[in-house]
């Protein structure tokens, strides 16, 4: 798309640079372009769902790599009272000069218990924080150095051996749907034939709105955009959720090397859009919306947190009775060690200087009396 | 029922006899064949999977019909057995076939509880057969056994190892169902990975002392067959009753963008495998098992529970009932005694609150008694007082009247000094 816009861009300096008429600030989107190459980008995606399902392979597949290499998995003994992990690996990839900080945030454990009562809570924990550390920080003096730890996506991978969603998948997007962006995935899409495929993401499209779950939602296109673009975006909508394959393996179809997997009857291959979405959700995740899942965290998810912060502040301030606090009821956050202790200080100071106007008050009066 | 294998003539001096002609009795097992022809048989499969793993699919294929199944929903509360029982004909060979579903299994949030309704469903056919046994008169010949033969473990493709319910579940099972460990929608595992699955399976089962059933290696007709399938556990399966053309022959198979698998494709799956070893050679072996050793186990357990020792093999049925009147002696006495406390406790607790009510009607007399006295009390002051009052008014009427007279005379006075 900005290549079209850096076309159109040079097209119109062309045309406009005889007329003096011409400002200039049509070169706005290139000065972003390069000002945002510079500064580098940061993307923090969360994969949750059970044991099992793909996810690694479907995060080593998206982006080309091998993140988990020596990891280690629990047996079924341990896994009876596993308790929800939170990992982070973070890795800094570039391509044609772009450079983009990559954060995975894995859930190992999910669902793997026996019982797993409020198995979300680690996780909608870790989200909060991760809102209550940008808040701080935003509201600090000094913001240079703002690290942006916010989730922005977050991939739930639904099963493809059952009937659609379980209780359990329910609960997880409920707990999570308004505090990160979630795109349902149907997991390990290769047990599924064609009408299967079709059967359980129209059932698991219908539970999710049964439910009331609110999944992230592609962004209208503009009504001026091309017809192909336009049809490309009904396309992607109309496929969610995606049914993704995912795999390690190298493996030689039709000619070339592909990533894929090896069956005795057939070689699935990932990037084949009639086998499975993966094209699609690599696409929709990197190529097109990456940014656009970015600004639905700051400007609702994170917004939303922010929001409901500061209210739960402001009540409970009104409820401690501060009224004759000569200090403005100001909906600061925790504020830093120094300026907390500062303002300690002052209180003292304050009181002791009302206790005194007290006295001398008292003086005067029995003086009249 | 021996309680133990000995041989009745260990003792005896045998002797080999060689025959002098064809005597006949080599025609029992056909004799005994036609007769259990004609009773039919019956066997009885439970499967164990989560919701939407492939069991109905599994049955369907294995048993080529379609049996009526509905679709299961994931939002079950609990989990609940389903039994259906259908008549099967193949040959002349009558089959009275149950199977039984577990609904709901793997679906709550909390499956601490998932395994014992299951558990509850095995013992309870258990018991069916030996309050049966236990009868006075029974009729065993036509009874019909809902005691569960074969345990088909559904287990979900994830590749990595069992999962902890799975585990959980299955040490619940072995000492009480043969369980044959399957894993279900195996088209999404590759080869490699199925192998490393598998031994991470039986790993995990040997280390955690699960006891699967093992195809017995005892009789040299299928001691080849069935070691070797021993090796292949757990089946890797996949189901379908859909039929695909593939080459110039229509088979059961799935059909996918990159190929078609093959039900009955030995490369492919290992229904096959199954099919052999379940149906056609081994099933009944799992009825045998079933009734010699699971259900043995439960009734011995059950016994020991009610008080029955095995002390006298000879006359064991005489102690039985020996015992049994015992039990039942002890029984009633617990019975009485039991009601003897509970009406000592009535007792008691009638005085008790009669106690407490007299007591109540004490304080409240006296009560009543204290009132009377302040009343009487109160009554007497006001008395005196109205008598002070009526004094008073009395006095002062008295004076009133003698003012009175005191001024009419006076006015008198004064006319009479007027007049003087």
């Known amino acids: 798309r900005l290549r079209n816009v850096r076309g159109k861009v040079r097209f119109m300096r062309y045309i406009y640079s005889v007329d003096k008429q011409y400002v200039g600030f049509a070169t706005l989107p290139n000065q972003v372009h390069r000002k945002s190459v510079k500064k580098g980008f940061d993307f923090t995606l969360m994969v949750a769902g059970e044991s099992g399902l793909g996810k690694s392979t479907l995060v080593n597949s998206l982006f080309l790599t ?68 940008y808040f701080r920080d935003e509201s600090g003096l000094n913001r240079k150095n703002i690290l942006d730890n916010r989730v922005h996506c977050c991939l739930y991978f639904i099963p493809p051996f059952g009937h659609g969603l379980r209780p359990v998948d329910v609960e997880f997007m409920k707990a ?12 390990k899409a290769d047990c599924l034939t064609p009408n299967e495929v079709k059967k359980l ?30 049809q490309m975006d009904k396309e992607l909508k109309e496929c969610t959720p995606f049914a993704v394959i995912g795999s390690n ?36 995740l990197i190529r097109s919306h990456m940014h656009d899942l970015k600004d639905v965290t700051c400007d609702v998810h994170y917004e939303n947190y922010r929001a409901h912060c500061i209210q739960e502040m402001t009540s409970k301030l009104a409820q401690d009775n501060r009224t004759d606090s000569p200090l403005p009821i100001l909906p600061l956050p925790t504020p830093d060690v120094e300026t907390e202790r500062l303002i300690k200080m002052k209180d003292e100071e304050l009181k002791r200087m009302q206790e005194m106007l007290e006295k001398m008050q008292q003086q005067m009066h029995e003086k009249d009396q | 029922m021996a309680a133990t294998d000995v041989d009745i003539f260990s003792n005896e001096e045998k002797r080999n006899l060689s025959l002098g002609g064809h005597v006949g009795f080599d025609s029992l097992p056909d004799q005994l064949v036609s007769k259990s022809v004609t009773q039919g048989f019956c066997f009885n499969i439970l499967c164990v999977g989560e919701t939407g793993i492939g069991k109905s699919t599994l049955m369907n294929t294995l048993f080529n019909t379609m049996f009526e199944n509905e679709e299961a929903s994931h939002y079950q509360n609990g989990v609940y057995l389903r039994p259906r029982t259908y008549d099967l004909q193949e040959s002349n060979v009558h089959l009275k076939l149950t199977i039984v579903d577990t609904v709901g299994f793997g679906d709550q949030i909390n499956k601490e509880e998932s395994y014992k309704p299951i558990v509850d469903y095995i013992d309870t056919q258990f018991e069916n057969y030996l309050q049966e046994e236990l009868k006075i008169k029974r009729s065993l010949f036509n009874y019909h056994d809902t005691r569960i033969h074969i345990c088909l473990y559904f287990i979900a493709p994830t590749g990595h190892s069992l999962k902890s319910l799975d585990l959980v579940t299955m040490k ?17 595992i590759s080869k490699s990975e199925l192998h490393k699955f598998k031994i991470k399976i039986m790993s995990e089962l040997v280390s955690n002392g699960v006891q699967i059933y093992q195809f017995p290696t005892d009789d040299e007709a299928v001691t080849e067959i069935n070691s070797s399938m021993n090796a292949h556990l757990p089946f890797a399966v996949v189901g379908s009753v859909e039929e695909v053309k593939v080459g110039n022959k229509t088979v059961r198979a799935r059909q996918y963008p990159w190929g078609v698998v093959q039900v009955e494709n030995e490369s492919h799956c290992d229904f096959v495998k199954l099919r052999e ?13 079933t009734h010699a050793r699971h259900y043995e186990l439960y009734r011995r357990c059950k016994l020991e529970e ?47 609150t009669e106690g407490e009510l007299k007591e109540k009607e004490r304080e409240l007399h006296e009560k009543f008694e204290q009132l ?39 006015p008198l006075k004064k006319d009479k000094d007027k007049k003087n």
């Open chain 2, 306 to 352: 009610m008080g029955f020792k095995d002390t006298d093999p000879d006359s064991q049925p005489f102690s039985l009932q020996e015992t049994y009147e015992a039990k039942r002696k002890e029984f009633l006495g617990d019975l009485q005694r039991k009601e003897e406390e509970m009406r000592q406790m009535f007792v008691n607790k009638v005085k008790e």
């Open chain 1, 201 to 230: 993401k129209d059932r698991v499209r219908d539970e999710i709105e049964h439910f009331g779950i609110k999944v992230y939602q592609f962004p209208e296109c503009d009504s001026d955009e091309e017809e192909e673009f336009k």
């Open chain 2, 172 to 188: 619940k099972l072995d000492s009480k169902v043969n369980i044959i460990p399957i894993i279900a929608k195996a088209d999404t």
């Open chain 1, 66 to 133: 091998d993140l988990y290499k020596d990891r280690k998995l629990l047996n079924a003994e341990e896994r009876i009272n596993q308790t929800v992990e939170i990992t982070k690996h973070t890795v800094d990839i570039e391509e044609k000069g772009v450079k983009l900080k990559l954060t995975i945030v894995d859930t190992p454990g999910f669902g793997d218990a026996v019982n797993n009562n409020e198995c979300w809570k680690p996780i909608t924990d870790y989200i909060d924080q991760q809102f209550e550390q």
């Open chain 2, 372 to 410: 009377k006295r302040m009343h009487q009390e109160e009554k007497r002051k006001v008395e005196e007082k109205r008598r002070e009052l009526e004094e008073e008014m009395n006095a002062f009427n008295r004076r009133k009247v003698a003012a009175e007279t005191l001024s009419l005379s006076q």
């Open chain 2, 277 to 289: 070893m379940l149906i056609r050679v081994n099933m009944e072996d799992l009825r045998e098992q």
């Open chain 1, 176 to 187: 999570l749907h308004e505090k990160v962006n979630i795109v349902p995935l149907i997991s």
């Open chain 1, 249 to 284: 393996t190298v493996v030689e179809a039709r000619g070339q090397r592909v990533r894929g997997r090896l069956y005795p009857w057939g070689i699935v291959e990932v990037e084949n859009q009639s086998h499975c979405d993966f094209v699609k959700l690599r696409n929709m």
